[in-house]
């Protein structure tokens, strides 16, 4: 099977069920971005030289997998009874994102101030995918605007960069870096 279909040459690509879309669409903006926070999450395991948080992140990429697919079905299609092999989207899986986020900010001292994005390669690159989970989250709420999103999607993509975000300052911690503040300049 060849990886080119050409069918995509003139702007347009297909959903799940057949639909039709221009490539700029809000929705391939949400999936697609989805997707690129799920590349960018393979490079910051790539990174990581430890491999500790591997399994939670790997979890990660699955449940982003679950979150695009359901994303790339249009409304119309997910209603058809051939569609109910969509992924299961659950609040479980926001829960153990905050079990994790408990867990590390158990070990952190307390934030005071805010952090400037930096640290080692592996937090640096976990603020990048952070930023790139806002991004994603931002064009699903669009989406949601004009099409049914489940609410597990948004609460997931909102704990998610919470998620990055102390995964960030866990790692400069566990290097024993002090992370630099933002100092503020109007006082």
Known sequence: MKIYTKTGDEGFTSLVGGTRIDKSHVRIEAYGTVDELNSSLGY?????PDGAHAPQI???QQQLFNIGCHLATSSQASLQPSCHRLPL??????????QDIDQMQSQLPPQT????P???????WAHVCRTICRRAERSVVTLSHTDAVSPVILQYLNRLSDYLFVLARFICFNAHLLEKTWQNTCK
């Open 118 to 124: 930096g640290g080692t390669p592996l937090s640096a």
């Open 44 to 48: 910051l395991l790539a990174l990581g």
């Open 113 to 116: 101030q805010f952090i400037l």
């Open 89 to 98: 989207l659950s609040a479980e899986s926001i829960a153990l994102l905050e």
């Open 58 to 60: 790997e979890a990660i």
